[in-house]
Nanobody, 128 residues
Framework: QVQLVESGGGWVQTGGSLRLSCEAS????????MGWFRQTPGKEREWVAT????????YYGDSVKGRFTLSRDNAKNTVYLQMDSLKPEDTAVYFC?????????????????????WGQGTQVTVSS
């Protein structure tokens, strides 16, 4: 069973940067579609970004496009979410997710139901 371990959350002032990491177990990481989602209390989980497996491209939600960068190191079984120009509204618990058994089509990369495995979440707090 694939497991995900996130790290890198914390506190930062508006305009600052943080980098989240998510390390996955498993031998077929290159084929995994890896996503980041975030959630604040009382709100639905919001899609942030996805790297589709096997070279399927990287995609971003509108609220983070141009500020966040998702990258992956297949040799280390790790994806990274570089978050720049952070705003207070980016404050949330960030979750890493993996679609292991199939690669979501482009129109479904933001659908959390496409992801079978989730990390424990890491808190990101951006102060004004």
């Amino acid at each position: 069973q694939v497991q995900l371990v996130e790290s890198g959350g914390g506190w930062v002032q508006t305009g600052g940067s943080l980098r989240l990491s998510c390390e996955a177990s498993g031998r077929a990481f290159r084929s995994y579609t890896m996503g980041w989602f975030r959630q604040t209390p009382g709100k639905e989980r919001e899609w942030v970004a996805t790297s589709r497996g096997s070279g399927g491209g990287t995609y971003y939600g509108d609220s983070v496009k141009g500020r966040f960068t998702l990258s992956r190191d297949n040799a280390k079984n790790t994806v990274y979410l570089q978050m720049d120009s952070l705003k207070p509204e980016d404050t949330a618990v960030y979750f890493c997710a993996a679609a292991v058994n199939s690669r979501p089509i482009l129109s479904a990369v933001g659908d959390q139901q496409m992801y079978s495995t989730w990390g424990q979440g890491t808190q990101v707090t951006v102060s004004s």
